[in-house]
T-cell receptor, first 111, second 113 residues
């Protein structure tokens, strides 16, 4: 069975600071990994995904994530936070038969 | 505009009412999903349809009844709900046979009185 753990239900950064949202997974097969963002009163929007190939994946809005098999991690980063990045972020893992979401991390950006 | 439209956006109903949630997509996708999103909990997959056929019912109580008349439309019929059913219900779609929802609607916020 697969599972996802997002470390930290809330993360707060200053505008312009580095954003780091942590995600660890477990999977018995090579996983597909995803990050979604949810703005208030909206559904989830796909930020980026890892399937195969290059382990550093670039997504929309300047976000990127790196698949580290040895650490079973897929942390999301952005070099410089913007006020518009304030949202809830969800990590997910899939083996094409099942998809599991993490509980989410709420990102707050302080001016 | 996400390509997946859900109506209504908000719904308040009593425990004895019957109502339906609607989801529509015109992205050419053949798989559609219902998810339940409760505060501080991971998204819970409820139902999956591939080419109008239900391929998964994730142990959902029978007071939730899905309907998929075609690949573009998905309904969730509700009756005799419980207070713990209050949540955000999200519809999603993707290419068929790949259990990875690609596009989500903005959800229906359901409150049970």
């Amino acid at each position: 069975a697969q599972s996802v753990t997002q470390l930290g239900s809330h993360v707060s950064v200053s505008e312009g600071a580095l954003v780091l949202l942590r995600c660890n997974y477990s999977s018995s097969v090579p996983p597909y990994l995803f990050w979604y963002v949810q703005y208030p009163n909206q559904g989830l929007q796909l930020l980026l995904k890892y399937t195969t190939g290059a382990t550093l994946v670039k997504g929309i809005n300047g976000f990127e994530a790196e698949f580290k098999k040895s650490e079973t991690s897929f942390h999301l980063t952005k070099p410089s936070a913007h006020m518009s990045d304030a949202a809830e972020y969800f990590c997910a893992v899939s083996d094409n038969n099942d998809m599991r979401f993490g509980a989410g991390t709420r990102l707050t950006v302080k001016p | 505009e996400t390509g997946v439209t859900q109506t209504p956006r908000h719904l308040v109903m009593g425990m004895t009412n019957k109502k339906s949630l609607k989801c529509e997509q015109h992205l050419g996708h053949n798989a559609m999903y219902w998810y339940k999103q409760s505060a501080k909990k991971p998204l819970e997959l409820m139902f999956v349809y591939n080419f109008k056929e239900q391929t998964e019912n994730n142990s959902v109580p029978s007071r939730f009844s899905p309907e998929c008349p075609n690949s573009s439309h998905l309904f969730l019929h509700l009756h005799t709900l419980q207070p713990e059913d209050s949540a955000l219900y999200l519809c999603a779609s993707s290419q068929a046979r790949v259990r990875q929802p690609q596009h989500f609607g903005d959800g229906t916020r359901l409150s049970i009185l």
